[in-house]
């Protein structure tokens, strides 16, 4: 990992823990310990390859062997999390894994309790369906147009049926691959 991909992700490690740290219980109880923290300090945040679309981060056990816990786990980020647009969201997305890292493998009630100390998390969900429609957007090889009021939808596969309509208004669909240009190299 270069020198410039390291720092973003530690600054994004750091502004995460220290976010968690703030978080109390109405008798001012800490949901997170300094022992829960620093332990989260310690694994090892990655990218994930670049052409996974699917997923925003995900955390496994180094040790497939052995049950997750802090001590064996590594979380793995998308890179599109780090475009500026998605930034504060990518803060949520590590806060989300650690939540798994700390134990909590299901996404079940107590997990979503926790998970809902984030205080954005309303604008966070939105964020994150914008990011999925992104991300699949990318993968998206064949356009479905419509022959009579331009709408577009796109797909990422070629099957299509030469009789198929818009639902709207009637209209004849037509399939065209999308041209990308080639990305330069270097
Ligand atoms: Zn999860
Ligand atoms: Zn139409």
Same mark, same amino acid.
């Given at each position: 990992?270069?020198?410039?991909?390291?720092?973003?992700?530690?600054?994004?490690?750091? @502004?995460?823990?220290?976010?968690?740290?703030?978080?109390?219980?109405?008798?001012?109880?800490?949901?997170? +310990?300094?022992? $829960?923290?620093?332990?989260? @300090?310690?694994? $090892?945040? %990655?990218?994930? %390859?670049?052409? @996974?679309? +699917?997923?925003?981060?995900?955390?496994?056990?180094?040790?497939? +062997?052995? &049950?997750?816990?802090? @001590?064996?786990? =590594?979380?793995?980020?998308?890179?599109?999390?780090?475009? $500026? &647009?998605?930034?504060?969201? =990518?803060?949520?997305?590590?806060?989300?894994?650690?939540?798994?890292?700390?134990?909590?493998?299901?996404?079940?009630?107590?997990?979503?309790?926790?998970?809902?100390?984030?205080?954005?998390?309303?604008?966070?969900?939105?964020?994150?369906?914008?990011?999925?429609?992104?991300?699949? $957007?990318?993968?998206?090889?064949? =356009?479905?147009?419509?022959?009579?009021?331009?709408?577009?939808?796109?797909?990422?596969?070629?099957?299509?049926? +030469?009789?198929?309509?818009?639902?709207?208004?009637?209209?004849?669909?037509?399939?065209?691959?999308?041209?990308?240009?080639? %990305?330069?190299?270097?």
């Amino acid at each position: 990992m270069d020198n410039n991909n390291y720092q973003i992700l530690s600054q994004l490690i750091e @502004s995460v823990i220290s976010k968690m740290r703030t978080f109390v219980d109405k008798d001012n109880e800490r949901f997170f +310990s300094d022992s $829960e923290l620093s332990q989260l @300090s310690e694994i $090892e945040v %990655s990218f994930l %390859s670049r052409n @996974s679309i +699917s997923r925003h981060g995900l955390t496994t056990n180094l040790d497939k +062997s052995k &049950k997750l816990t802090s @001590s064996n786990c =590594a979380v793995r980020l998308n890179r599109k999390l780090f475009e $500026e &647009k998605y930034l504060e969201y =990518a803060k949520f997305v590590l806060f989300h894994e650690y939540i798994h890292c700390l134990g909590n493998f299901s996404h079940d009630k107590n997990f979503r309790q926790l998970e809902n100390l984030w205080p954005e998390k309303k604008q966070m969900n939105i964020i994150g369906r914008q990011l999925t429609r992104d991300l699949q $957007e990318v993968k998206a090889r064949w =356009a479905w147009t419509c022959s009579k009021c331009g709408f577009i939808v796109k797909r990422s596969s070629r099957k299509f049926r +030469s009789n198929y309509y818009h639902k709207e208004c009637l209209g004849k669909l037509n399939n065209v691959p999308i041209i990308r240009p080639t %990305s330069l190299e270097h």
